[in-house]
C-alpha cells in the first residue's frame, strides 16, 4: 500500500471508531521532506515531530498551511525556535516549560494550544506528569497567570504490552481524568480542553474506542524507522 492507501484505512477506522471526532497526527520523524510532501499530496495536513530542528527544518520546506504538532520531550531551552509556527505540544509536563511557552507565545504575539503529559504507564522509561502533580500544577497561581497558552487536553503513552486489558485500563484511566479535570478547573480562563492525544501505530484502535481525539500514528503510516 503506499501512503496515500494506508491514509485512507487509518481515516475509515478514525470515522467507524470513533464517529468521527478523532483527528489523525501524521508521525513523520526521521522520515526525509519528500516522504512529507507525498503525505501532504495524499491529503495529510497535520504532522507530528520529536526533534525541534528537525521540525524547523521540515517547516521551512514544506507548504505552510501544515499544522506542525510538536510531540516529544520539549527542553526548555528550545522552545524559542518552534514557537512562531507550532501548532499544538503535545507533552507538557513541567510548569516551568509551561511558562517558558507563555512566554515564547508572548513574544510571537500568539497563543500557543498545549497537552499536559500524564504519565498513565506501567514503565519507567515514559516522561509525564502523575495525576496528583497534574492537579497541583492547576491549581497553582503560577498556572493561572499564563495568558498566551490555552491548554487544550491530555496526552499519553500506553504501556508497550501485548496485554490489550492493561492498554484499554490506561487510556480509560486518562479520559476519566480528562473528565474530571474538565469539570472540576472550569474557572481557569486558560483552561480549553477538548483533546486527548492518545494511541500509536500498535494501540490506536482500542484508543479511539476509549475516547482519543488525537492519534499519532508513525510506523503504519510511513512504515517501520531504522
Ligand atoms: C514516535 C512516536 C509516535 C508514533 O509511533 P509509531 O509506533 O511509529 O506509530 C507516537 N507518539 C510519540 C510521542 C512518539 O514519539
Not at 503560577?142 to 508497550?160: E, V
Not at 490489550?164 to 474538565?182: G, H, S
Request: charged residues 25%.
Amino acid at each position: 500500500m503506499n501512503i496515500e492507501e494506508k491514509y485512507n484505512k487509518i481515516n475509515t477506522e478514525i470515522q467507524l471508531l470513533s464517529e468521527n471526532k478523532a483527528r489523525l497526527v501524521a508521525v513523520s520523524k526521521t522520515k526525509p521532506p519528500e516522504i512529507l510532501q507525498e503525505a501532504y499530496e495524499a491529503g495529510i495536513r497535520v504532522f507530528g515531530e520529536n526533534k525541534v530542528q528537525e521540525m524547523v527544518e521540515k517547516f521551512e520546506v514544506l507548504p505552510k498551511d501544515i499544522e506542525w504538532h510538536f510531540i516529544g520531550h520539549l527542553q526548555r531551552n528550545k522552545v524559542k525556535y518552534i514557537a512562531p509556527f507550532v501548532s499544538l505540544i503535545h507533552a507538557v509536563d513541567s510548569l516551568k516549560l509551561l511558562q517558558e511557552i507563555d512566554k515564547q507565545a508572548l513574544r510571537n504575539n500568539r497563543t500557543i494550544d498545549c497537552l499536559l503529559q500524564i504519565y498513565i504507564a506501567q514503565e519507567h522509561t515514559k516522561f509525564g506528569l502523575a495525576e496528583i502533580e497534574v492537579l497541583e500544577l492547576l491549581q497553582s497561581e503560577s498556572c493561572q497567570n499564563l495568558k498566551n497558552i490555552r491548554l487544550r487536553g491530555l496526552m499519553g503513552m500506553a504501556t508497550n504490552t501485548d496485554n490489550l486489558v492493561q492498554i484499554r485500563q490506561e487510556f480509560r484511566a486518562l479520559k476519566n481524568l480528562f473528565e474530571k479535570i474538565k469539570t472540576k478547573f472550569t474557572y481557569l480562563d486558560n483552561l480549553y480542553f477538548s483533546e486527548i492525544s492518545m494511541g500509536m501505530s500498535g494501540d490506536y484502535q482500542i484508543a479511539l474506542e476509549e475516547g482519543s481525539t488525537l492519534v499519532r500514528v508513525g510506523s503504519k503510516l510511513f512504515g517501520s524507522r531504522i
